[in-house]
């Protein structure tokens, strides 16, 4: 028996060894390989949202004012250099300077939601990790761009020699989602369940607490946070504490068709429309009782 531990333990710390020696080796390579390039981390490039105009209005702005310097975009998608510069242009009118290269990423499922049923947002925030980790052993640039708010990749770049840009559009984790479970406010980001049990959901803040720590922690590596508006830019300040490094940048809006539009208003009963992406966070059913409270009002 004594001879079995012996054996395990031995066969286990060469195990680890050897994982650490190739982590370190793929490092130590990848700095050395460093290309004078912006890598725009970008997983999913067919949303449609407005984190992909972001995402083609700041490879345009690169091209414009860097014309040397090389644009990446590494994607879980499959795509080449030619559909998306053919999609930035028929989705958003972005024509872009020149095609930029495409690095394909394979471990999608480890940023998708429904591999983490529970703990969802640490097990994305680490699977994020992991998903950098392919794409800066297959390529590492000089400037690592995040335009999809992966901020725990953050460290991992800073590691390997990366100067670190960001957009974020949202935060990972805000007071205003601790509050709501303080207030056991039952929402998409805390369940019934849990609203429902005080020791739930103390377990809950105790999670999000520690969370937070840690996505203060990770952007905290970005030496220029860019954020979309002064609400987030309020919220990454206390959070992140780079308020030096963090500027505020209104998201990139196309109004040339709202220009054509006359002037003159014709009369007709007044109009509400509503322009979200059906998503959980964007609360549709707060809007319609919103809504149903002001007809009635």
């Not at 495409?102 to 591999?115: N, Q, S």
């Not at 220029?224 to 990139?252: E, F």
Request: overall charge positive; some cysteine.
């Amino acid at each position: 028996m004594a001879l079995w531990v012996l054996l395990s333990t031995t066969l286990l710390s060469s195990l680890l060894s050897l994982v650490l020696f190739s982590a370190v080796a793929a490092v130590i390579s990848g700095r050395r390989g460093r290309r004078r390039a912006v890598w725009f981390f970008h997983p999913y490039t067919n949303d449609g949202g407005g984190g992909e105009r972001v995402l083609w209005c700041a490879v345009r702005s690169v091209e414009e004012e860097n014309p040397d310097l090389d644009c990446a975009v590494f994607t879980v998608d499959d795509a080449s250099p030619q559909s998306l510069a053919a999609r930035a242009i028929d989705r958003f009118g972005v024509k872009l300077l020149r095609p930029p290269q495409v690095v394909r990423l394979y471990r999608r499922k480890w940023i998708e939601e429904h591999t983490y049923p529970h703990f969802t947002m640490i097990g994305q925030s680490l699977g994020s990790v992991y998903l950098s980790w392919e794409a800066l052993c297959k390529f590492t640039p000089q400037f690592y761009f995040d335009t999809s708010g992966y901020a725990f990749t953050y460290p991992l770049s800073w590691i390997f020699g990366c100067k670190i840009i960001c957009y974020t559009h949202y935060l990972t984790i805000s007071s205003d989602m601790v509050s709501r479970v303080l207030q056991h406010s039952s929402l998409y980001n805390n369940d019934s369940l849990i609203a429902s049990s005080i020791l739930l959901s103390r377990c809950k803040v105790v999670y999000y607490t520690i969370f937070s720590r840690l996505y203060g922690l990770v952007g905290s590596y970005a030496h220029l946070a860019m954020v979309s508006s002064s609400w987030t830019r309020s919220h990454i300040d206390c959070m992140w504490k780079i308020p030096q490094r963090t500027k505020r940048l209104y998201p990139p809006c196309d109004t040339s068709s709202l220009q054509m539009l006359p002037l003159e208003k014709p009369v007709r009963s007044p109009v509400i429309i509503s322009v979200a992406q059906f998503r959980p966070e964007k609360a549709h059913s707060l809007l319609l009782e919103a809504l149903h409270m002001l007809l009635e009002y």
